[in-house]
């Protein structure tokens, strides 16, 4: 099946803890993106890469974390420098920057406890 | 940076009806504006695009308009039905590398 894959679906954060969410893509796409949705807020871009090893900060990129070590994954850590970090969260790509229809995956709802 | 401002934030409609959703924009540089629906718990789903040279696309029950001078483009969803009860959301983006801006979505109700 191919697509984006986020996982967890649910996630729950302690006070004081950095939590990882995982997006993984099997759709051989170069730019990947996440965003952070609120009700009322639409969708807020946190960090984006356009290629392996590079990303950029979005709108909303205090209290996160991103790595692209491979083309294929691109983990968001929300840090504990966080201090609202309940939200859903998406991940999405496209298969080279200056392309324009964006995929997403099934996201992630963050919740603190 | 881009600005993306949408209206109305919820809509309820009966079945049957027509439901028009709209969008403005600031950046004239934008050039490519998608509408994504996404139902409750779900991911957001492309369902239709206009690009900057064209002022109108229609695919079967939906639309999407486009003014380049006075920058805003809408949405129409004639017939609606209750499957298409959703929020939309607009988004507009540029030339080049890169990223798209959303507006805050509407909630389309559709009452059978």
């Known amino acids: 099946d191919g697509g984006i894959t986020q996982s967890p679906k649910y996630l729950f954060r302690k006070e004081g803890q950095n939590v990882t969410l995982s997006c993984e893509q099997n759709?051989?796409?170069?730019?990947m993106y996440w965003y952070r949705q609120d009700p009322g807020q639409g969708l807020r871009l946190i960090y984006y890469s356009q290629i392996v090893n590079d990303f950029q900060k979005g709108d909303i990129a205090e209290g996160y974390s991103v790595s692209r070590e491979k083309k294929e994954s691109f983990p968001l850590t929300v840090t504990s420098a966080q201090k609202n970090p309940t939200a859903f969260y998406l991940c999405?790509?496209?298969?080279?920057?200056?392309?324009?229809?964006?995929?997403f995956g099934s996201g992630t709802q963050l919740s603190v406890l | 940076g881009e600005n993306v401002e949408q209206h109305p934030s919820t809509l309820s409609v009966q079945e049957g009806d027509s439901a028009v959703i709209k969008c403005t924009y600031s950046?004239?540089?934008?050039?490519?504006f998608p509408w994504y629906k996404q139902e409750l718990g779900k991911r957001p789903q492309l369902i239709i695009d206009?690009?900057?040279?064209?002022g109108e696309k229609k695919d079967q029950r939906i639309a999407v308009t486009l003014n380049k001078t006075a920058k805003h483009f809408s949405l129409h969803i004639t017939e609606t039905q209750p499957e298409d009860s959703a929020v939309y959301f607009c988004?507009?983006?540029?030339?080049?590398?890169?990223?798209?801006?959303f507006g805050k979505g509407t909630m389309l109700l559709v009452s059978p």
């Open positions: 206009i690009r900057s040279n064209v």
């Open positions: 950046d004239s540089a934008s050039n490519y």
């Open positions: 999405a790509s496209k298969d080279e920057p200056t392309n324009e229809k964006l995929f």
């Open positions: 988004a507009a983006m540029g030339g080049g590398y890169s990223t798209l801006t």
């Open positions: 759709l051989n796409h170069d730019a």
